[in-house]
């Protein structure tokens, strides 16, 4: 259930957090609000998808983990109720933050571009579009501003309460369908609404080291239409190993794929990948699309499983604890190394 207790907070606009309105901007409401919410360790703590290592659902620690969702969401709500304005608030939130030192988490600027310059080349009439990870809807907004109609999956209730107010706050409910649920449980579920032409474009938006899970369900359930577009976030920053060898080595004549290179809006200077990947083949008869989620795939090579590990282990990591930009900075930089050697990459 969505903490009822922190939206109404927000909602209800207290003076000494959220002020009028009228009498307050977003520059004042963010110089006001930043101070007080890094001086909490958990504040700097990457992210607030906290899993208790089971996936059935989200738990929360004491102090701040939500402090950057709801500064988010307030920073939406003092802005113009039109979706250039609240995705102009958050990318201008998330420069704030990078300035001090905690990543924004969404991918807004050069990622908000890149997605949007895929979702450019779909077909047909107000295309379906499926998201993996809502966070607090910007991707969403994105998408449905470009008159798609979006799904999308997010696992932790309290930021599909957030991102419901954001969408709704800019008029993009009726274009957005917010699940809430583990995407291994619900995709399944979401076959119904594309119907056997499957959905022109995938975002996900997760860890990377979770990817191969959501496409062996991708591929199995044939949710992505032939010639649709599949977009992944964070391939380098989450060191998403599988997931790439899949999509540009295990299987080229099932896709092709373009890695881009773009930089994280809390931090110019803060290399990422996207994969974009075009659908271009079906798996043929008695043929599996991949490796049962959780099983060992030998056809990935040594160094590309021990990212693969690294990876995972830093999503449990970073979840229960702090993981040093010092030490994600060296993952990254061995990753790009390996994935290089393999002409995996930008060109």
Known sequence: MVDGTALARVVQAEPNL????????PTELREQLLPTLLRTEDFTRQGSDVTDG???????SSGCLDAKELLLLRSVLVADPSPASALEAMDSLGRSLGEAGVWAKFAGGAK?????AAAAGICGREPLVLEIGTYCGYSAISLAALGAQVVTVEMDPFLVGIARCVLAHVGLSSRVSVFTGHSKLLLPRLRRISGANGYKLIFMDRWGAQYPEDLMLIEELGLLSLGGVLVADNVLRTVAAEFLWRVCKQDPGKYETMILPVTEVSEASDEDWMSVSVHTAAAGPGQSPTVIAGESDRSLPGQWMELQKRSELMRVRTTNSFVSKSEIQEVKEQAKKIFLMSSVGPS
């Not at 959220?18 to 901007?25: F, Q, T």
């Not at 908000?112 to 949007?116: K, R």
Request: charged share 15%; proline share 5%; net charge positive.
């Open 112 to 116: 908000s571009s890149t997605l949007c």
């Open 54 to 60: 089971t996936n059935t659902g989200p738990t929360r």
């Open 18 to 25: 959220l002020g009028s309105r009228v009498g307050r901007g």
